[in-house]
């Protein structure tokens, strides 16, 4: 566990420490319910940050819990000032904030700026006539002359991304549900407005921002059409590809070279607090390249993550490795953020149907690679995919794709803490998703009695990038593969650090590089060389060792 927080004065004076950092995901609804309603809450944090503590990590990441409608769960905003009661109130954010800070824990929360809900106030004036104050802070187009849509862009939920409305007699955009008008981030007082937010919060003691959809805040002012995409560029690692969303190139409707004006801005807002934002960009096909474009330089957001290690299947050595030099690439004065699971997507270890081995040498693995780490809640206990059946669906991807897409309830349901109620200790009334019977076996009371459980490990590998600079923040010499072993080395100062990582289920044999090195690692099953100077990598096992 890091060192205390006292203030935020003494926060700021290290600028750089999200550089390395491992950022633990809540998704508040389900991490803890402190009142019995069902639905976790900020208190229900506050109740769990020192098991947070214990893990080691460096920052927590809370998905939204402002004022919302709940159309999609907190990510469509009526009120960024203020917590939905849901969630509690701004006494209970601020009790996060003392309490995490008082155990050594930083606190990010989840800013959606690229578009609010439609009972927002500033939609409701701006969709109110035509001349009022507002009438520009979101993207208004009229119809084409036949009355149909301004051009062709989709929304990633489904159907053409333009509404009607008829009381301005226009159509708006909203790239999300119909629900989730799109801001126009090309009115200098939208962004004024934006970043006001983010003082409000800053000012509360928030210590950095992950930023929802960045690429999506700014659009090609003159709507050109998004051209087709051809058949065999297209993949799901946005979208499933039952989405016709799919089949466009996103050239117009986001990625607009702009956006990285209104970032500087932002970052400027953020530097006396010593706060740091880490970006999700969503892009199937430039999503590298759009982190290295918003990470660039010292003047832009910290960090970002694309959707590589996202996707749906297990990366192989050669996935691997093309993905980190792809990034060397194009993203070489950039800053990464890598994640396996979050609250979109099917959790990795259904989703690559990986075994408990597995599931450590990747834990490991993340831990050692060049970037920062997010973990969601619940990774740490090997969580699979809950199943939640349609009747129980709260999801309006899932319910609109279903049954092809089930949506993202399966990750979403409730963290369990001990197994004695079918609630998992989640909350003492029904929660607002079931709890799956077969999490409650890997609760976190359960694995803490068994030494060898999952939990352990990730704590272990925490602790194992901390004490060594060289994984946590050290370069690196280009990842590579041999077979089905991933292999590199970091080095920051005079430490050096090899590590390999055998990413298959067959037995692999394989070399040191020259040089004297000493086995590390021997807590994260550790492969040391063997009589005959050579490793012999069980399945799924890594080496670690530093140059003497």
Request: hydrophobic share 40%; proline share 6%; aromatic share 12%.
């Amino acid at each position: 566990m890091n060192s205390n927080l006292a203030t935020t004065a003494e926060t700021a004076i290290d600028k750089d420490w999200w550089r390395g950092a491992v950022i633990y995901q809540i998704y508040p609804r389900s991490f803890q319910d402190s009142n019995g309603d069902g639905v976790g809450d900020l208190l229900g944090i506050v109740q769990r940050l020192p098991y947070i503590a214990s893990l080691g990590v460096d920052a927590i990441w809370i998905s939204p819990f402002f004022m919302s409608p709940m159309k999609d769960f907190g990510y469509d905003v009526s009120d960024y000032c203020d917590v939905d009661p849901m969630f509690g109130s701004l006494a209970d954010f601020d009790a996060v904030v003392e309490t995490a800070h008082r155990l050594g824990i930083r606190v990010m929360i989840d800013l959606v700026l690229s578009h609010t809900s439609d009972q927002h106030l500033w939609f409701a004036e701006s969709r109110a006539n035509r001349t009022n104050d507002k009438a520009n802070w979101y993207v208004w187009a009229d119809p084409k002359p036949d009355g149909t849509p301004p051009n062709n862009w989709l929304s990633i939920f489904g159907g053409s991304a333009w509404q009607w409305d008829a009381r301005r007699e226009q159509y708006y955009l909203h790239n999300f549900l119909v629900s989730q008008p799109d801001l126009n981030f090309h009115e200098p007082a939208v962004q004024d407005a934006l970043l006001d937010v983010a003082r409000f919060w800053l000012n509360r003691g928030c210590d950095g921002f992950r930023l929802d959809t960045i690429n999506f805040y700014m659009h090609d002012a003159a709507l050109r059409d998004n051209p087709a995409l051809p058949p065999e560029r297209r993949n799901a690692t946005i979208a499933p590809s039952v989405n016709p969303y799919n089949h466009q190139e996103h050239l117009y409707d986001k990625n607009h070279p702009e956006n990285t004006k209104f970032l500087a801005r932002l970052r400027a807002v953020m530097e006396p607090y010593g706060a740091a934002a880490v970006g999700e960009v969503g892009d199937a096909q430039l999503g590298l390249e759009i982190m290295g474009e918003y990470t660039a330089g010292d003047d832009l957001v910290q960090m970002c993550y694309a959707f590589e290690f996202l996707a749906k299947d297990q990366p192989t050595a050669a996935r691997i490795v093309h993905v980190m030099n792809r990034v060397d690439e194009v993203a070489a004065e950039g800053w990464a953020c890598w994640a396996f699971s979050n609250h979109d997507v099917i959790r990795h270890a259904s989703r690559w149907d990986l075994p408990p081995a597995a599931q450590r040498m990747f834990a490991t693995l993340i831990m050692c690679l060049r970037g920062s780490v997010c973990i969601y809640q619940g990774e740490e206990l090997g969580l699979p995919e809950a199943d939640v059946a349609f009747e129980d669906l709260q999801d309006p991807y899932g319910i609109e794709f279903w049954p092809e897409f089930k949506g993202r309830d399966g990750c979403r349901t409730p963290m369990v803490w001990e197994p004695s109620n079918q609630n998992g200790g989640f909350s003492a009334a029904k929660p607002w998703l079931p709890v799956a019977s077969e999490h409650l076996h890997l609760s976190v009371a359960a694995q803490e009695d068994e030494p060898g459980a999952l939990l352990h490990h990730y704590r272990k590998a925490i602790a194992f990038r901390h004490t060594h600079p060289a994984v946590s923040i050290g370069a690196h010499d280009g990842v590579k593969a041999k077979g089905d072993v991933v292999y590199f080395t970091r080095t920051e100062g005079n430490q050096t650090i090899f590590c390999a990582f055998n990413v298959s289920e067959t037995p692999s044999d394989f070399d040191l590089p020259a040089g004297s090195w000493t086995p590390i690692g021997a807590e994260l099953g550790s492969a040391h060389t063997s009589a005959d100077g050579r490793l012999h990598l069980g399945p799924w096992q890594v080496c670690l060792a530093l140059r003497s």
